[in-house]
C-alpha cells in the first residue's frame, strides 16, 4: 500500500521516540548538575600514597587537584558522623589492642572519643612498607567536619565532596544527620560542590526526600541483593580462591536486569550511576565490567551519569574513557590527572612533605 508523504509523517511523529533521538552526552549532563567533567573522584582520598580517609590522603588529594574528597559515612554511637569505610575497625586501625574484647564491633558500638583512641594510620606502613611514612602512626579517624575543614582549606577552587551512606541500615535517621551538617556549614549552598551515594536504594530514596537538589549516584555491584548474576552461585559458594577472576566472568543475567537497576536510580531521584570495573591487571579492586560500551550508551540514554569505581592504572584510565564513562573513583588522583592532562604542580612525596608527613 502506498503511503503518502504527509500520512508517512504523521505515522512517523506517532512512534516512539527511542532510538530516533540522540543521547545527551555525559559532557552535557555532567554540564547541568555543574559536576566537573570527567571528574577525578579521591577514593578515601589519596589513598594509595597515604592511610584511607585520614588527614594527610585528603590533604594530598585535595593539593593535587582532585575533584572530589569521597569518603564513607558512618555514625558513632553518642550520634557523630565519621569517615570509616568497612563495617569494622580491625583493617585499619588497632581496635585489636585496644579494645581486644570489642575488635569485631561495628563503629557504631564505639563513641567519638573511643574512635578517637585509635592509630588510623599505623596498618598502613605494615601493608605497604614502600609507602610508609614515620608520621602516619598515631593518625585518627576523622569526622565529617573534619573532612569538611579539609575541603574548605583550599586556597582558590575548593574540592567537592562525594559522600556514601555506608551500611545505612545500622544507622537508621543518617540521611537527616548528614543534610543537618552540610546546611549548617554551608555545603548545600553550591550545586554540584556535593554528591551523595548509595548502593542501598532505600537510603537513596531516603537522600533525595532530604535533599532533592543535591546530585545522587546509585552505586552497582553484580550479586545476590544487587543486579542478579548471571551465574548461580557468589564467590564464597563457587569455592574459587582468585576473586578478581571470579568477578571478571560475571555478568548480568540479562539485558533487563541491567536496564530494571537503571530505572531503579531513576526512581531514587539518582543523576548517575557508580558500577564496578574488571581491571586489566585484576587485584583486590576488580569486579565485574558494569562500564561496557553498551551499558554506558543505556545509562547515558536514559539521562544518567556514569562514575566507575575504582581504577588506578593508565591501561584502565583509556579502557574505562574510551567506553564512555564520566567520573573516576581512584585511589591515585594525581595518576589519574596527570592522565588527563591536569598534571599537579608537585608530587606526591613533596606535598606530603611540605605537610610534615
Known amino acids: 500500500m502506498r503511503v503518502s508523504g504527509f500520512r508517512w509523517l504523521g505515522c512517523l511523529l506517532l512512534l516512539p521516540l527511542t532510538g530516533w533521538a540522540t543521547a545527551d552526552t555525559g559532557k552535557e549532563l555532567a554540564a547541568r548538575q555543574g559536576i566537573p567533567y570527567p571528574a577525578v573522584i579521591a577514593h578515601r582520598g589519596a589513598s594509595f600514597d597515604a592511610p584511607e580517609s ?20 558512618q555514625r558513632s554511637s553518642d550520634g557523630v558522623l565519621v569517615a570509616v569505610h568497612d563495617d569494622n575497625l580491625l583493617r585499619t586501625s588497632d581496635v585489636g589492642q585496644r579494645f581486644p574484647e570489642r575488635k569485631d564491633s561495628p563503629v557504631s558500638a564505639f563513641t567519638l572519643a573511643e574512635l578517637k583512641s585509635l ?32 575541603a574548605e582549606g583550599q586556597k582558590g577552587k575548593r574540592p567537592g565532596l562525594y559522600i556514601e551512606t555506608k551500611v545505612p541500615k545500622l544507622f537508621p535517621g543518617i540521611e537527616a544527620d548528614l543534610k543537618a ?8 549552598d553550591h550545586p554540584g560542590q556535593v554528591v551523595l ?24 555491584w553484580v550479586g545476590k541483593g544487587s543486579i542478579e548474576p548471571a551465574a548461580a552461585q557468589s564467590f564464597a559458594e563457587s569455592g574459587e580462591t582468585d576473586k ?22 531513576k526512581a531514587a531521584g539518582a543523576i548517575g550511576t557508580g558500577p564496578s570495573a574488571a581491571l586489566s591487571a585484576g587485584g583486590a579492586q576488580s569486579y565485574a565490567d ?28 583509556a579502557q574505562v574513557l574510551d567506553a564512555g564513562v564520566d567520573g573516576i573513583f581512584t585511589n591515585r588522583s594525581g595518576q589519574l590527572l596527570r592522565y588527563l592532562g591536569r598534571p599537579p604542580q608537585r608530587s606526591e612525596a613533596q606535598l606530603l612533605e611540605a605537610y610534615d608527613y
Do not use: C
Not at 54 to 73: K, N, S, V, W
Not at 181 to 188: E, P, S, V
Not at 249 to 264: C, G, I, K, N, T
Open 290 to 317: 558494569l562500564v561496557q560500551p553498551r551499558m554506558n550508551r543505556m545509562t547515558h540514554d536514559k539521562g544518567l551519569l556514569v562514575h566507575v569505581y575504582t581504577v588506578d592504572e593508565p591501561v584502565d584510565f
Open 197 to 220: 551515594q548509595s548502593f542501598d536504594r532505600g537510603s537513596l530514596a531516603l537522600l533525595h526526600k532530604a535533599m532533592p537538589e543535591v546530585p545522587k549516584v546509585l552505586l552497582l
Open 181 to 188: 551538617r552540610l546546611q549548617a556549614r554551608g555545603w548545600l
Open 54 to 73: 585520614t588527614a594527610p590522603a585528603y590533604l594530598l588529594a585535595r593539593e593535587l587537584g582532585a575533584d572530589y574528597l569521597e569518603l564513607d559515612l
Open 119 to 150: 592509630d588510623a594510620g599505623s596498618w598502613f606502613n605494615t601493608a605497604y612498607p614502600e609507602r610508609a611514612r614515620e608520621r602516619f602512626k598515631g593518625l585518627q579517624i576523622l569526622t565529617l567536619d573534619e573532612v569538611m575543614d579539609i
Open 244 to 265: 578478581a577472576a571470579f568477578y571478571a566472568r560475571q555478568q548480568p543475567r540479562s539485558h533487563a536486569e541491567f536496564e530494571r537497576w537503571l530505572d531503579y536510580a
